[in-house]
């Protein structure tokens, strides 16, 4: 999956990568022609006494340090801009894939989860980009480099290079095969501490109240010990991994010396070339180690590109038709035919033949226990799921059909949790009619029962929220929830168990208030409780996903024996 | 003396530095790999590329502080130290004692060019006379065995000493390193053990005022960030510190003129690492800055996903991501490139101040004042000299990081605790559960007092009913009767003995309490019930379980009581997870019982168990109910009616009805006319909850219940 996303979303970068590649390149090139100038320095000037010679040969080194370093800053800003624009493209690849989701495929990840894939598992693949652009690249360039010019300087002596480079190469992956894995136990640890902790500022006043500091306490103990365990092992193997490398190393260069004075003995080799090829030898360990080290990046990147994979390439359940119809000659009617929902794989359908008929200017309610898939069923309509059997149509034509921006617009919907976004009271009251004036603000909110608390606000409309609400009160949330589809007009209402967080008086109010002003619309309302439905034109009661009954209140008493057992056991409530 | 050719020989540095082989390409430090890769347990979205830092407020003493910490290790510390500067010690002489051998074989190159018999001396003079001034000098300095080779047995010793000395010095840093290890994870240990027990001590108060994700952040974010910064920098820092000081010495040694021209690096290295990281450091907040934004944006566009689908904004939405993933890609790049020059920057300085010795040197040995064995070592350690430098001001950067983290979590520390418990403390004998206030009063900032000589008496198992709207203080009393918070005057009693007299463990062992948010910890139905008696019986787990309704759904989970419950309780419901509160507080068998009647959205069903459960709960028992339910308040044996933050009435239902006040007011408007709803005095709504509310009405309408006028 890793190798699959990285070449289809680097195709746009490769002007950038082969820059990033030409100039790694002549940097390492630069880079190896240092030590031969650094010998003549001194060979030829140190040595000689040749001034001028070593101010000539200072300043070429220095030129060429200069190519060096330019090469290198150019190599970093191609490969940063690769990198981030991957993750830039990333995102936005992903972004896109989610807004096309329907709700099914949202659950199926959950919101949480498809955030962390579209930052921090992004954030992974950048950075093994960012590294590899920067390093990566530029050691075979040097391993190679270092190879050819130590052979050139000496074929026998770089028989050591057999032995020193699998040397490193063992030492190295002895560590890192042991700390992938503890690395992974490391994350779990410092999860279960944080979560530990989590809990315990949560529940703040329920420990206290059941004296249970202690045995906190010695939770968080056990959690502590296990990660410091854990951390003490990883610590332990970095510290293993230093001296390894350069005793490596070092020992190489030793072993040049003794094979190289033997080589000098027989004439075969000058001395120059003895120092010159330890400095090849180095640079190819060095070479080595680099790329070792970046290849532990490698298994987390990989795992983080399975789960960006995942959701790219997850097909949305729900697709728009390709010349979705606009034009309807009906205004305001629903009608379920058959629908029946089941999640795939799932033994029992969640929604299983329904069929009803909600008309303009009625109220239809839908009631039944919590889990009975009321929910589900009014998420049909503007097709946040589609069904898997029979059809769900608006104004006569299957919604499948429906351009969706056509759909939507006909559509209010307010959901069982108020979801607010940050911004004002204002701008979340248009955010289905942008052109929507103060006063029809106002008049949603008088509707809503919100004009009160907003009004109270120093702002008013222009009050802050905070995402998700979370600055306002339950019941506040609720009544903007509401006043922002009201906001809208559209042509069919769903509320979605929305007056739950709402006290007696202004439920009340809110419902009369609805029936005053919203007369030449659809109503769908999903209900828990008996009183705030006991009105509506239509109940459909809901049991396990199936309808098992459909009237009004009076009927239902009569002909329902779960209405009438719904009923009863809300009452039966209060007497016990 | 050394007449070595130009050996560019790794030296051990114990380090993860990379050879400081003449103008190689500087590698970044390994450690800085690892950084850059999160580190071990690198946590944060933005883990890999460092924390944003912000200027600590005061570098200094924090950072002496969390040195501090390190105080218990002291012994081990010492030991690092003196570790590390055998190793460092054994690394450096490396190049000088490796030098030899190179002598050893450079002079056998040369003597064995010279035939035998011939004396060093004849060759120096043939030189001279060929007027070869120079390359006379050059070999006077050698110790010159004509006819001979090289010398094999004193270069394996040599060697041998070198290989020696490589080894001890790897395992000395291998030791410092595996020392220092526990010497910061201990630490560490020892830091996150003291914040949590510091949390226990922490009055509620501290919890009220600071934002929970804060808090969190700061016991949990800010100690990862401590301990990564401690185990990168405190091993490297000590070693490149010894590094320089131990170079910089055998420089002096050898010349101090030339030591001087190579201090040039050190201002010159530092002052473009701090240069450049300044910079750095900023565009690295603007980079975090933009993710937050960035993340704000995905967060609500996935957590409103519907809603932006059903009211038509997902072109805008997707319009605005587009913008601020942009502006995130613009910061990160400039981040990523700004900071990547250092590596560079610091390359140039080293090879600047190699050239500037070759020169200086050059003329040196040309005028005689410096041998070139003096000066070819020198380049050599001038190499070691640089790599370390740039490694202590990258340092910097993440040093500064982890101070502002520690000052953070330093600042909780330092909080307020609660007063201590009494000593020594009193108990009353008897647990009949009277519970009387005596003229509290109470507030919880100085300046609006919330309860003014409030007084009341609960007789054992009685039933205490608290109304009022959300935010009329109703919490306030359940906290001051768990003394959660202090009194401001007046006193609490239970059983006739004051509550601050007593500790708070035995006070809240005898008080048991339900609230609103179910907290279930992740464990087993079993060790949730079992919270408040861990020494509970099974049988008596059961017992609770049963008269709390717990029972029932508990068989109908494929693991029964065994059943994990993951940290939101997603498993079970949100009736079910009141249910096992409920159960808690039965096994705890309390004295004084705190309820908190309001509840989620649950199923009918579901909440008439609840119903029933509480009512079973409160029986024989002082019970104070933040009620919601009709018939609670009306056969409550005590009403406290609370408007903001005050108790306004107190007495019976018919008592209050009586005087025709708030009660009575809240009465009409809340139970007694839920159908004429339009005719409701616009009055603030009173009762938060809706269920409960709905219930009475539905009763009132349906079953002509006589109270309901």
Redesign the interface.
């Known amino acids: 999956m890793l190798g699959k996303i990285l070449v289809r979303y680097l195709k746009p970068f490769w002007p950038l990568l082969i820059g990033v590649i030409l100039f790694q390149a002549a940097?390492?090139i630069a880079?190896l022609s240092?030590?031969n100038?650094?010998?003549d320095?001194?060979?030829e000037?140190?040595?000689?006494?040749?001034?001028g010679f070593?101010?000539g040969t200072?300043?070429l080194?220095?030129g060429?340090?200069?190519v060096?370093?330019a090469c290198?800053?150019a190599a970093?800003?191609f490969?940063?801009?690769v990198?981030?624009?991957l993750?830039?493209d990333l995102?936005?690849a992903i972004?896109?894939r989610?807004?096309e989701?329907s709700?099914r495929e949202?659950s199926k990840f959950g919101?949480p989860s498809?955030?962390t894939r579209?930052?921090?598992d992004v954030?992974?693949v950048q950075?093994l980009v960012?590294?590899t652009c920067?390093?990566l690249i530029?050691t075979p360039i040097?391993a190679v480099g270092g190879v050819i010019f130590a052979l050139h300087e000496d074929l026998q002596l770089s028989l050591i290079l057999v032995v020193a480079v699998p040397a490193l190469l063992i030492a190295m992956s002895f560590i890192i095969v042991r700390m992938v894995p503890?690395?992974r136990v490391?994350?779990t640890r410092?999860d279960t501490?944080?979560?530990v902790?989590?809990?315990?500022?949560?529940?703040?006043?329920?420990?206290?109240?059941?004296?249970?500091?202690p045995?906190?306490?010695d939770r968080?103990?056990v959690a502590?010990?296990e990660l410091?365990e854990t951390?003490?092992k990883?610590?332990?193997l970095?510290?293993?991994?230093?001296?390894?490398?350069?005793?490596v190393?070092?020992?190489s260069?030793?072993a040049v010396?003794?094979f190289?004075?033997f080589r000098?003995?027989s004439g075969e080799l000058q001395?120059?070339s003895?120092?010159?090829f330890?400095?090849y030898l180095?640079?190819i360990l060095?070479a080595v180690?680099?790329a070792t080290?970046?290849a532990?990046?490698l298994p987390?990147a990989a795992v983080s590109a399975d789960r960006i994979g995942e959701v790219l390439d997850t097909e949305p359940s729900v697709v728009p038709p390709v010349d979705g119809v606009t034009e309807l000659k009906q205004v305001g009617q629903v009608e379920l035919r058959s629908a029946t929902f089941s999640y795939p794989g799932a033994e029992q359908p969640v929604l299983r033949d329904v069929s009803f008929t909600a008309k303009r200017g009625q109220t239809t309610a839908i009631i039944g226990?919590?889990g009975s898939g009321k929910t589900t069923l009014v998420?049909l309509l503007?097709r946040?799921f589609d069904v898997t059997g029979g059809a769900v149509l608006v104004d006569g034509i299957d919604v499948r059909e429906l351009d969706?921006?056509t759909l939507?617009?006909k559509?209010g919907?307010v959901?069982q949790r108020a979801?607010l976004?940050?911004g004002t009271v204002a701008t979340n009251l248009r955010?289905?009619n942008p052109d929507a004036t103060d006063d029809d603000l106002w008049s949603a909110l008088d509707i809503a029962q919100g004009r009160?608390f907003v009004e109270a606000m120093p702002e008013q409309l222009e009050a802050p929220i905070s995402?998700?609400g979370t600055n306002v009160?339950g019941?506040q949330r609720q009544r903007l929830a509401i006043a922002?589809a009201l906001v809208?007009r559209p042509e069919i209402y769903v509320f979605d168990?929305s007056?739950?967080?709402?006290?007696?008086?202004?439920?009340?109010?809110l419902r009369?208030a609805l029936e005053r002003e919203v007369t030449d619309a659809t109503v769908i309302v999903v209900a828990?409780?008996?009183?705030?439905i006991i009105d509506a034109d239509q109940i459909i009661v809901i049991e396990d996903g199936t309808v098992v009954g459909t009237g009004t209140h009076d009927e239902l008493l009569q002909t329902s024996t779960e209405y009438a057992e719904?009923?009863a056991?809300?009452?039966?409530?209060?007497?016990? | 003396m050394a007449g070595k050719?130009?050996?560019?020989?790794?030296t051990?540095?114990?380090?993860?530095q990379?050879?400081p082989?003449?103008?190689?390409?500087e590698?970044?430090a390994?450690a800085a790999?690892?950084q850059?890769?999160g580190g071990?347990?690198g946590?944060g979205?933005?883990g890999?590329?460092g924390m944003p830092v912000e200027k600590s407020m005061n570098f200094g003493p924090s950072a002496r502080r969390l040195i501090g910490r390190l105080a218990p290790e002291r012994a081990k510390l010492v030991g690092v130290i003196l570790l590390g500067v055998t190793s460092v010690l054994l690394a450096v002489l490396?190049p000088k004692i490796?030098g030899e051998?190179?002598n050893?074989?450079?002079e056998?190159?040369i003597s064995?060019t010279i035939p035998a018999g011939v004396t060093q001396d004849q060759v120096i003079a043939q030189l001279e006379a060929s007027g070869d001034q120079?390359q006379a000098d050059?070999i006077s300095g050698l110790n010159l065995h004509p006819g001979e080779?090289?010398d094999?047995s004193a270069?394996?010793l040599v060697?041998g000493i070198?290989?020696l000395l490589?080894?001890f010095?790897?395992?000395f840093?291998?030791l410092q390193?595996?020392v220092?290890?526990?010497v910061?994870?201990?630490t560490?240990?020892r830091l996150?053990?003291e914040v949590?027990?510091k949390?226990?001590r922490l009055p509620?108060s501290y919890?009220d005022k600071m934002q929970?994700g804060e808090?969190?952040s700061r016991?949990?974010n800010d100690i990862?960030n401590i301990?990564q910064s401690l185990?990168q920098t405190l091993?490297q820092l000590l070693i490149s510190l010894l590094t320089v000081v131990g170079v910089l010495i055998i420089m002096f040694v050898i010349s101090p003129l030339l030591a001087l021209v190579a201090l040039i690096a050190i201002p010159l290295t530092l002052g473009i690492v701090m240069l450049i990281a300044r910079r750095s450091q900023k565009l690295f907040v603007a980079q975090w800055t933009h993710?937050g934004a960035?993340?704000?944006q995905?967060?609500?566009?996935?957590?409103?996903?519907?809603?932006?689908?059903?009211?038509?904004?997902?072109r805008e939405?997707?319009a605005r991501?587009?913008e601020k993933?942009?502006e995130?890609?613009k910061a990160?790049?400039g981040a990523?490139?700004i900071s990547?020059?250092i590596?560079?920057?610091t390359?140039?300085v080293g090879?600047?101040v190699?050239?500037l010795i070759?020169?200086v040197?050059?003329?040196m040995?040309?005028s005689g004042t410096l041998s070139?064995g003096d000066?070819?070592a020198f380049?050599q350690y001038s190499r070691q000299f640089t790599q370390p430098l740039s490694q202590l001001g990258s340092m910097a950067n993440l040093l500064q990081s982890g101070v502002a983290s520690a000052e953070r979590v330093f600042e909780l520390l330092d909080a307020d605790e609660q007063s201590p418990d009494p000593d020594p403390a009193t108990s009353p004998t008897a647990a009949t559960g009277r519970l009387a206030f005596e003229h509290v009063s109470f507030s919880y900032d100085d300046e609006t007092p919330l309860i003014t000589d409030l007084s009341l008496v609960a007789e054992p198992g009685s039933t205490v009913a608290i109304v009022g709207p959300?935010g009329a203080g109703k919490t306030t009393l359940v906290n001051l009767v768990?003394r959660?918070y202090e009194l401001d005057g007046g006193r609490i009693t239970l059983d006739g003995v004051d509550t601050a007299t007593m500790t708070?463990?035995d006070l809240?062992?005898r008080?048991?309490?339900v609230?609103q948010d179910t907290?279930l910890?992740?464990g087993t139905i079993r060790d949730n019930i079992a919270?408040?008696r861990?020494d509970a019986t099974d049988d008596e787990i059961h017992a609770a379980a049963e008269a709390a309704y717990v029972d029932r759904f508990v068989h109908s989970l494929p693991d029964g009581y065994d059943t994990e419950l993951d940290?939101e309780g997603g498993n079970i419901?949100a009736g079910e997870k009141q249910l096992i509160t409920i159960a808690?507080a039965f096994l705890?068998r309390p004295s004084v019982l705190i309820l908190d009647e309001a509840t989620s959205?649950?199923?009918?069903?579901t909440?008439?168990m609840v119903?029933?459960a509480m009512?079973a709960l409160r029986k024989d028992r002082t019970s104070f109910v933040i009620a919601h339910?009709?018939?609670t308040i009306r056969d409550a044996d005590l009403i406290l009616v609370m408007e903001a933050g005050s108790i306004v009435e107190q007495g019976t239902h018919d008592e209050l009805l009586k005087k025709n006040g708030a009660y009575a007011r809240l009465y009409e408007?809340?139970f007694a006319a839920?159908?004429a709803?339009?005719e409701?005095p616009?009055v603030p709504?009173?009762?938060?909850?809706?269920?409960a509310?709905?219930?009475?009405?539905?009763?009132a309408?349906?079953?002509d219940d006589p109270l309901a006028e």
């Open positions: 940097q390492s880079a240092l030590p100038l650094n010998a320095i001194i060979d000037g140190v040595v000689k006494g040749d001034t070593i101010f200072g300043a080194m220095l060429i340090t200069l060096q370093i290198s800053i970093v800003y490969g940063a801009r990198a981030m624009g993750g830039r995102r936005a972004f896109r989610v807004g989701f709700e949202v919101a498809l955030i579209t930052t921090n954030q992974q950075m960012l590294m920067t390093m530029a040097q503890l690395f490391m994350q410092i501490v944080n979560r902790l989590r809990e315990q500022l949560t529940g703040m006043r329920v420990v206290r109240a059941f004296v249970r500091e045995v906190e306490r968080f103990g502590n010990d410091t951390a003490l990883t610590g332990r970095f510290a293993l991994m230093f001296p390894m490398v350069m005793l190393l070092n020992v260069s030793v010396l003794w190289g004075a000098i003995e001395i120059g003895l120092t010159a330890l400095s180095i640079q060095m180690m680099m080290f970046i532990v990046l987390r226990s919590t998420n503007p946040l969706p921006d939507w617009s559509i919907l959901p979801y976004f940050s955010y289905g009160d995402q998700g009160s019941g922002r809208k168990d007056f739950s967080a709402l006290d007696t008086a202004t439920d009340q109010r009369a828990q409780r008996v009183s705030t719904i009923v056991s809300q009452l039966t409530a209060e007497v016990a | 050719k130009n050996e560019q020989k790794p051990s540095q114990p380090t993860p990379p050879t082989k003449p103008a190689a390409p590698r970044p390994l790999v690892a850059r890769r071990p347990g946590g979205p933005f890999g590329m490396g490796l051998a190179t050893i074989i450079f056998g190159a064995s120079q050059f080779g090289i094999f270069l394996a060697l070198v290989l490589y080894v010095s790897s395992v840093s291998w390193s595996y220092l290890n526990g910061t994870q201990r560490v240990l996150r053990r949590e027990a949390l226990h509620l919890f929970r808090l969190l016991v949990t990862d301990s185990q091993s993710t960035l993340n704000g995905i967060e609500e566009g996935y957590s409103g996903h519907a809603l932006v689908k059903v009211f038509g904004r997902h939405v997707e991501f587009g993933n942009d995130l890609y990160s790049f990523q490139f990547g020059l590596m560079p920057a390359m140039f090879n600047l190699y050239v070759a020169v040197g050059g003329i040995v040309t070139l000066v070819q380049i959300t768990m959660f708070r463990d809240r062992s008080t048991g309490m609230l907290w910890f992740g919270y408040g861990p940290d419901s808690r705890a959205s649950v199923d009918t069903r909440e008439l119903q029933r009512s339910r009709l018939s408007a809340q839920p159908t709803a339009e409701a616009a709504v009173l009762v938060p909850s809706a269920a509310l709905q219930r009475e009405a539905i009763q309408e349906l079953t």
